[in-house]
């Protein structure tokens, strides 16, 4: 897996030693809404749950822990990579509610984008993102995502339905935006 480096950032395979970063960090209510889970029904998270879910990361082939001043700060992942359609789906998620909306997202984003536009070859990424979850369309906007379809009603939280947003970037339009 190869390490993508930015001014703040580091994009690089898991370590076992990321189960007690991702512990530390918690199941933040903010930032569980944004993945569409409800907090109320959200459970803590324990180190063992914590180990298996970074176990998983390092199980998956194209996924990265971002670590940002040493410190485990989330993940990013390309889902379903396609070299024949030359396609991939973008996760991205950090868990630490403190360093949201700082600049980070936009510069994991770019990473991911110059790798798969890059070495991996491919055209087009695509993402779903719940309507609700604004700086994340922000980011993703700010990356050249541009929105291609929505979902009406596709979560219930909270008593109520939302949208999902699809969103693609293409290799053509990177480096424009
Ligand atoms: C999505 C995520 C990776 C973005 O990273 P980030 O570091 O927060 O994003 P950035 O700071 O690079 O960009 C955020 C943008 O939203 C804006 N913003 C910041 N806080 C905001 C808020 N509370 N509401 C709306 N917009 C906000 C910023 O001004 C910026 O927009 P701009 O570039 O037009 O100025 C990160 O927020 C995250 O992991 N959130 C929790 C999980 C999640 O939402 N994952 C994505 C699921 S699809």
Do not use: Q
């Not at 889970?37 to 998983?56: F, G, H, N, Q, Y």
Request: proline content about 6%; some cysteine.
């Amino acid at each position: 897996m190869t390490v993508l480096s930015g001014p703040s950032l580091t994009l690089r395979p898991p370590r076992d030693s990321d189960g007690e970063g991702r512990f530390a960090l918690g199941n933040d209510p903010e930032i569980m809404r944004m993945f569409g889970a409800d907090p109320k029904t959200v459970p803590p998270l324990t180190l063992e749950v914590a180990r298996d879910w970074i176990a998983r990361l390092a199980a998956h082939p194209n996924a990265w822990v971002v670590e940002h001043e040493g410190r485990f700060l989330g993940e990013v992942r390309l889902d379903g990579v396609d070299r024949v359609a030359r396609r991939a789906r973008l996760a991205i998620g950090f868990y630490d509610a403190g360093k949201l909306g700082r600049g980070l997202g936009r510069e994991a984003v770019r990473l991911a984008l110059e790798h798969a536009f890059g070495p991996l070859g491919l055209e087009r990424l695509t993402l779903r993102v719940l309507a609700y979850n604004e700086r994340a369309i922000r980011c993703y906007a700010a990356c050249g995502f541009r929105e291609v379809h929505r979902e009406p009603a596709a979560v219930l939280l909270d008593g109520s339905w939302h949208d999902d947003v699809i969103m693609e970037a293409y290799s053509a339009a990177f480096g424009s935006s």
